[in-house]
């Protein structure tokens, strides 16, 4: 009931603001009570050893096609709505004086939260699919009204670049519900799992190419990354927040909870394919991040870099590899969101994210410029932050892979190369954080002020998470791991 | 209670001549009066359908039976036309007052009473489409919905631009009809038969030749492309469709199409045996869905836009025909006829104030904040956005198409649906993000706003649950 109920809230009210309450209390409101809800659902998971889903609620929408709305809990989806709350509150938090529609702004934002949390708790692919959707409109939206820059274009981009991607998807997805006999069709991800060994290898190897250009648009996968800068620049930064930290995580969490169970021949056959797309993300975004003049763009950029590790630990083919892309989702989506809500508090106060105008702000803006460090930290991977832990998990589960002393694979030099990527990204966030928080101020930047008390909490609780995780992962490790030991227990 | 099945028809054909008798002779009447009796008979007839006798199997195929069927499909199609037709006159009395400006005579009334009348004649001709089984009784029944329309499209007779398009729809439908006639002729010469349980089967047997039995079906082919809008016999669409009175566009673009593909559905099956047909089929399929999307992209006119949208949507349900997927089509059907009429009853509320191009939608948010939520509603589900009835039609397409290996349909259909997002969004964003281009609120009358509020509400619905649509053709 529970569950139901954090996926169904945000949407009520979101149409309560709609219909003229008032806005930001509503949805601040709203939003710590489902961040409550969701902790609840976290103390009362018992999270047993066979990964087998918690907490299910299932009615029957169509007989036809056995479509249910069913949603349910494993730990993997456990702790997607966990960031998807934390990130939504801390929005929802960031979310500062709207000028025009406030109401339509907040009921967006929850718009988007509850597409997330329903993909994520759902059981059913129609589901999981059309909650995802439900995000595209108030995306487009977002953009469109409240963005900034060349918002235009960019609200045009997103919103093409992820229909397209969906309906590959979407044709992924019935590829999939059609390709084992007419007797055991299922959208239920629980009869899909147990059904998955009637596809024949062929047919694996097509639809897990589908769902891999699929999910890979949403989650930009080089080379179809071009929409992500380009929309969070423009974003609002809450919207940035919300789409770079939550929603497009959708694609990654869908690899993980169909391609790599579903589809292991499939994914066997084009992981050679993956690991080369990722490693552009790694080697060629990064490249183009460091040469980014300005700290939106920057940021972007560098949230479709990281990507790239996330797809390494799909692609790592190892229990520990796997574990460690599901961990780097909740510490990228974290730390994303304070640089972008951050970069958004900047931009309000200076009006420009142009670094070259920008300089000295750390003694006008010493609470952002402590923050904004921290995130840099654990969004470069040091060691303390969350994000640490999950890249190396990635990179040593990659590099296991095959591990031979005598001759390299594929894993091995992508391990290597992502070990640089490190180091790249390390050169252009500190570059960032040096050109807008130390050096000499402008003198059009005299008047600028620190954060509002207020944003302490929200700021507070990112960072605080962040380094939880990073000394203790393995709260994350064991909820996860039950799930994807089924996956490798599988294949042997 | 029992009724029969033909009895539907009569009704509507009844109700039809009583409001174009009694409009004669009543000048002082509010002549609103009439479309308001004339959507209360059609919503009996529609209460009434659902209390028909089951078709009696032992009469079937034979006499007045040979002609007309009374199955789940059948009798589906004259609710769907029902519906249309009522929907359509909710439309109708919004757009009343444009209609009068353009119409010459002596009373300010003239014209108004045959302008709510012959919707009513349009639906009875859909209703015996429908149950048309023989190919002389789909051309009688075609030839009744077609000449309603060449007075429906025509009907401001002082605008330039409704002549125009009832011009070329009556030279275009002539022509089409004169195919279709051909093409009967030359299946009749072939078989022997008109009938087309007997067609198929006497098609079926060894003597015959296919070639002239190709021949035929091309022709009769080429008379429904007309109908449904499919390429390369579209391009009467969009000038018809911008000239007409804009209640009649949606009449258009829904009930004639709908009618269409019906008669489509029961024609192709005894031909699409034939690989040729198929080959062919796809072939149209793929053109209709290139031509109506990419067309649609550079639009500025809502109206004209919509006609190109039509287009495409006969592009998504040609693949349901070419994959025989029945079902698949009429779920398309009717998600088609409520968003598209829901789009075409907002722009006649904006229209009356603004105008119809795209600009004119301006700032509709902040206008009339519920007109704006319903455009998006229709938007989003021609787009195909999950949990409105255009996905879930959607759906059922690529679905079916998946099923029959149609990688280039499902290919070109993946595309086109992109740039489909591309022009519906078009609207949301000037509803949304553009400064209102004049002030104050729409005004929509009561029965249209109820109207506009079911049909959001079925949108949706059916977007969940399709059960009561796709249960309904089960016998």
Known sequence: MILLFVVLFPIAAALAILLGAPARRTALWSAGITLGATLLLCLGFEGNAHGAYEMVTSFSVNDDWNINFALGIDGLSLMMLLLTALVTFAAVWFTGEIAQHRNAFYACLLFIAAGAMGAFASLDLFFFYAFHELALIPTFLLIGIWGSGNRVVAAWKITIYLAT?????LLGLIMLYRAVPETARSFDFRVLQKSAILIPAKA?????????????ILVSLFPFHTWAPEAYASAPAPAAMLHAGVLKKFGLYGLLRLALPLLPAGAQEYNTLLIYLLLGNIIYVGLVTIAQKRLDWMLGYSSVMHMGYIFLGIASGTLVGTTGAAVLIFA?????????????EVRQRTGTL????????GKLMPLAGFAFGLAAFASIGLPGFSNFSGEVMVLFGTFRNGANPERFTIYQVATLLGLWGVVMSAVYMLRAYRAVFMGSQGESLSAVTDLRQGLRVPIGLLVAITIWFGFFPQTFVKLVTPTFKTYFAAKQ | MTIVAPSLEIAVLVLGVLVLLFETFADQIDKRTFAYTAMLGLATVFVASFFLAPQATEVAGAGFWSFYTADPLAIFFKRFSLVTTILVLAMMIDYAPVVRDSIPGASPQAGLGEFFALPVFTCAGLMWMASAIDFVMIFVSLELVTMSFYVLVAFMRRNAFSLEAGVKYLILSALSTGFLVYGITWIFGVTGETNLARVSAALASPGVESAPALFAMLLVLIALGFKIAAVPFQIWVPDVYQ?????VTAFLSVGSKAAGFVVLIRVLQPFLVMPQMERLLILVAAGTLIYGNLAALPQTNLKRLLAYSSIAHAGYLLIGVVCLAGEAVVYYLVAYLLMTVLSFAVLVAVSKQTGDNIEDFNGLAQRS?????????AMASLAGIPFTAGFLGKFYIFNAAVAHHQITLIVIGIVTVACGFYYYFKVVRAMYWEAPSADGAVPVSGVSRLAMVAMIGAIVFFGIFPGPIVNALRP
Request: hydrophobic letters at 60%; proline letters at 6%; charged letters at 5%.
């Open chain 2, 243 to 247: 000239g007409a009175p804009t209640p």
């Open chain 1, 165 to 169: 991607g969906s309906f590959i998807l």
């Open chain 1, 204 to 216: 694996q190897g097509n639809i897990f190419l589908l769902l891999l250009f699929g999910f890979g």
């Open chain 1, 332 to 344: 990228h989506g974290i730390s994303i969101a304070l640089l972008f809500a951050l970069a958004g």
């Open chain 2, 369 to 377: 904040p519920f007109l704006a939520f319903a455009m998006l509603m």
């Open chain 1, 354 to 361: 142009v670094l070259e105008d920008l300089g000295g702000l």
